[in-house]
Each structure stands twice: as C-alpha cells, then as structure tokens.
C-alpha cells in the first residue's frame, strides 16, 4: 500500500469536522499539517490516503453537503495547490496597485 498526499482548502475552518467524518469512515487515511499561516480567508488541510481510494469515494465519505458549506476543493499535488494559492493571493490588490499595473503593461507595449 502506498500514500497520495491530498491537499483540501475551503471557507471557514472545517478541519476537526473533516477529521471526524474520515475517521468514521472505513477508508485509510492519515492526517497531516500545513501550518495555519494563510493570505487568504481559506483553511488549509492535508491527508495521506491510501493511493487506491479514489477521490470520489473520499468525497462520498465526507457528503455532499459538508463539501457545499464549506466550498472544500481538493488538490492532489503540491504544485496545484500552492498556484491555486499564488492565483488567489494575487487577487487582493488594492485599486491603486491594479492601476499602476496596467500602466506598466502599457508602457511595455
């Protein structure tokens, strides 16, 4: 048996809930850590599941409902994960900011 990392973010910090219904479950999973130092309003968690679970099958075992609430999404490398966070810290630039930057792509042109 080998282990996937998984990485889950979402709204509101559902980390102890995800943690009880993975452990009700029947699947293999591990928990993991990934600090609590976020840019965004998002909490972060990580498992080790056993790589022949499918994610489907983690989704069922978390529901439907608990995924909607918390608006989870779930990345299965490191790379996807930390460019879903660079996209999203990029985000938050100020009016001022957003403006000198497209003077500067201006000015490249």
């Known amino acids: 048996m080998g282990w996937t990392t998984l990485y889950i973010t979402g709204k509101g910090d ?3 809930e995800i943690r009880e219904k ?3 479950s029947d699947l293999d999973v591990m ?3 990934t600090g609590t130092y976020s840019l965004t309003d998002e909490t972060h ?3 080790w599941v056993d790589d022949e679970i499918k994610l489907r ?3 069922e075992a978390i529901g439907s409902k608990f995924i909607w609430k918390y608006r989870l999404q779930f990345y299965s490398s490191l790379e996807a994960f930390t460019e879903s966070q660079n996209k999203k810290s990029s985000a938050n630039f100020s009016e001022e900011e957003l403006h000198l930057m497209e003077e500067m792509k201006a000015a490249v042109r």
Do not use: M, Q, T
């Open 22 to 24: 993975l452990e009700d």
């Open 45 to 47: 968690d990580l498992f």
């Open 31 to 33: 928990p993991g850590y």
């Open 57 to 59: 099958a983690l989704k």
């Open 14 to 16: 559902f980390r102890e």
